[in-house]
């Protein structure tokens, strides 16, 4: 069984031409649970 083969969009030139001042993420807060011999909830 052949699968299409999947065009690489994250490598194509962006063609929007928009102006792009910072990337990235800052303070984002989400709840991770960690499992040890005990179950810990944090936030990372």
């Given at each position: 069984?052949?699968?299409p083969a999947l065009a690489d969009v994250q490598n194509a030139?962006?063609?929007r031409r928009l102006?792009?001042?910072k990337?990235?993420?800052k303070a984002i807060r989400h709840p991770?649970?960690?499992r040890d011999c005990r179950s810990i909830d944090?936030?990372?």
């Open positions: 069984m052949n699968a030139e962006d063609q102006a792009i001042d990337v990235g993420s991770v649970r960690v944090t936030a990372a």
